[in-house]
């Protein structure tokens, strides 16, 4: 018995569907109706069913699922709940997911491995705008086969007009999604109606119920089939005698003394061994975590990627892909953050932001940035190139999340559509002449000064008196000013965030051209965000960027208001004005810390000549 279990196949079921359709309900009933309810979870079902429920004196089956005391108190699932199920058929794990838009973090947390979708409508109800936008999700993360649920049938008397009315409409807005089979069930969670048991009371549907369909319906094998992926995520050298790469197989199958191409490479070597904590292996297929022993000697490090010589992954540094962001601030094109995949993490950018989809029309909409929940395609260029395949053709090796490099938070998931061509089109041209021979003429190194600080700081004022300054030293110098480059480079952005933030990446990337020229770079920018600043900072080389902070208190600023600008901010005549209405994130370990109250303009400006002098311009 235990190796006939041991073969069933597992299927990973995903519940979701607006607030309150019922879910947790349906999970709880498959749990209870098919006996995977221990005693003492039992006995704290009917302890919690007199304190929570909502079903009166009866069970209410939902609060196997509910575990939080949060959700149980409001009658509502927040958490992403895992529940194993086992029949004499077949394995399940369901993910339980949350109804409210505000969770649809979770709910894309829980539909990333799912074989299948339940999608659960109230009868009473009918479909919802939370609904569409469940189905919507499941379909763009590539889950292909979908149950509508059509529950509380016995809240209307289970009525077969309103049960064929709503899976006409949903049949009718499903076309759209690319989706391989769905399936419509009437059910009553509450009362076990067709959901283990066939249901007495609709006589007029003969189909399954739901626990013979998801006995049956056919799992996507193709993972198994697809060419092997092993994502590498530890190079393992206990001693040295021995060197393997560990990981788990992301698809496909490995034999011992098959050969496999190292992707970001392009070399080949042989398995040797396949090491396991229960010993040597002969083979291992996908979701197995294995540390394969190669034949060679060859350079293999965390983030590259194995796979079959004939059917290797993408390796590049530009791509488009679909993006669900989930952070309260929104997504900012131009802005750096940390991209992280299986085993692999690089800094990114969204390049552009081509269009967000609208849930749940699926139009595509003209934006400048992506706020929390939504969806957009976008183009993504990394750092450096990363080993992937699209979400389409490999779930687990073509999506990633999106990492705030200063708060560490997850703020966004995305799934990889292809790469950008244009990215095989560029090279980068060898330089003939070097940066130490273009120092040695200049009779310098070159460097960029970044002073920020808030408008009517005086930046201004002591980047044109340190450029004076340096040209007297004999200094080849370019003075970047908000103003200037407003007027050409930068005159089609306006003040908004996500303007702001592209206003500093361009500056940022013709300030380093300028460096590959050999310049000294005087940039005299508010740059509010840090975000930018470590993008500016990291374009160039060690040592070349000069951080300037002009701290001056916004008192001060706005009394001094040399351009009336804080007049009219303050009279709301400007809007996303910085230290106003728009935040202002002060440097944290600036070069240079400086405060025009209590210091003339010609004195810093001497101050950062002397630094620049002492520390970075000697050839």
């Known amino acids: 018995m235990n190796d006939q279990r041991s073969d069933m196949t597992l299927l990973r079921l995903l519940t979701c569907g607006s607030v309150d359709d019922g879910k947790s309900t349906l999970v709880g009933r498959l749990l209870y109706d098919t006996g995977n309810v221990h005693d003492d979870q039992l006995a704290t079902l009917k302890s919690d069913s007199q304190r929570y ?33 086992s029949t004499d058929k077949r394995k399940f794990i369901i993910a339980d997911t949350p109804g409210h838009e505000e969770y649809t973090r979770n709910m894309a947390t829980g539909a990333s491995n799912a074989h ?15 609904t569409l936008r469940h189905a919507c999700i499941t379909s763009l993360l590539g889950i292909k086969n979908v149950v509508l649920t059509i529950n509380k049938m016995d809240a209307v008397n289970f009525d077969e007009a309103i049960f064929e009315r709503i899976a006409q409409e949903y049949a009718a807005f499903s076309k759209q999604l690319n989706f391989s089979e769905v399936v419509t069930i009437p059910v009553s969670a509450r009362d076990g109606d067709n959901v283990v048991m066939t249901s007495e009371r609709m006589p007029w549907y003969s189909g399954l119920t739901l626990l013979e369909h998801l006995e049956s319906v056919s799992i996507d094998n193709e993972q198994l089939e697809k060419p092997f992926r092993f994502p590498v995520q530890l190079v393992c050298r206990p001693n040295m005698h021995f060197r393997g790469f560990a990981g788990q197989i992301a698809s496909g199958t490995i034999r011992a003394g098959e050969t496999v191409r190292i992707a970001k490479s392009g070399m080949q070597s042989t398995v040797k061994e396949i090491v396991t904590m229960d010993g040597v292996l002969q083979e291992a297929r ?76 699926l139009t595509r909409a003209a934006s400048a940035t992506l706020s929390k929940n939504e969806f957009g395609v976008c183009n993504f260029s990394l750092r450096a190139k990363i080993a992937f395949d699209s979400y389409q053709k490999n779930r687990k090796t073509g999506a990633f999340i999106l990492i705030d490099q200063f708060s560490n938070r997850t703020v966004g998931a995305g799934m990889i559509d292809f790469q950008l061509r244009r990215a095989e089109n560029i090279h980068w041209q060898k330089l003939d002449i070097s940066r130490s021979s273009r120092a040695q003429l200049m009779g310098h190194k070159p460097a960029v000064v970044w002073l920020t600080g808030l408008s009517g700081s005086g930046k201004s004022t002591i980047a044109n008196q340190l450029e004076r300054l340096l040209h007297a030293q004999g200094k080849h110098t370019i003075l970047l000013d908000g103003d200037n480059v407003r007027t050409g480079l930068n005159r089609d952005l306006g003040f908004t965030e996500a303007d702001r933030v592209e206003n500093v990446r361009r500056v940022a990337e013709v300030a380093k051209l300028m460096t590959d020229a050999g310049l000294i770079v005087i940039v005299a920018f508010i740059s509010p965000f840090k975000s930018e600043r470590q993008l500016a900072r990291d374009l160039m080389e060690p040592g070349e960027f000069v951080e300037v902070f002009i701290d001056t208190p916004l008192d001060e600023c706005i009394r001094r208001d040399p351009k009336g600008l804080y007049k009219k901010a303050l009279a709301g005549e400007i809007l996303n004005f910085t230290g106003v209405d728009s935040v202002y994130e002060p440097p944290e370990h600036p070069q240079i810390h400086v405060n025009t109250v209590e210091q003339r303009a010609d004195y810093i400006a001497l101050e950062i000549s002397q630094y620049l002098n002492d520390n970075v311009l000697h050839v």
């Not at 299948?116 to 939370?130: F, M, S």
């Not at 490090?301 to 079959?308: D, Q, T, V």
């Open 286 to 361: 996908e979701g197995q975590a294995v540390t394969l022993v190669l034949s060679d000697q060859v350079d293999v490090s965390r983030g590259n990627m194995l796979s079959h010589p004939d059917d290797c992954p993408t390796v590049a540094d530009q791509f488009q892909a679909h993006v669900i962001w989930f952070d309260e601030h929104p997504m900012l094109p131009g802005r750096h953050y940390i991209l992280q995949t299986e085993c692999d993490a690089i800094t990114a950018t969204v390049s552009t932001l081509k269009y967000k989809i609208d849930i749940p029309s």
């Open 116 to 130: 299948l979708a339940i999608l659960l409508v109230d009868a009473r109800k009918g479909l919802t705008t939370q």
């Open 53 to 85: 429920g909502t079903n009166g004196k009866d069970l209410d089956v939902a609060l196997l699922v509910d575990g939080l005391s949060e959700e149980r108190e409001q009658g509502i699932t927040i958490d992403v709940a895992y529940r194993f199920l």
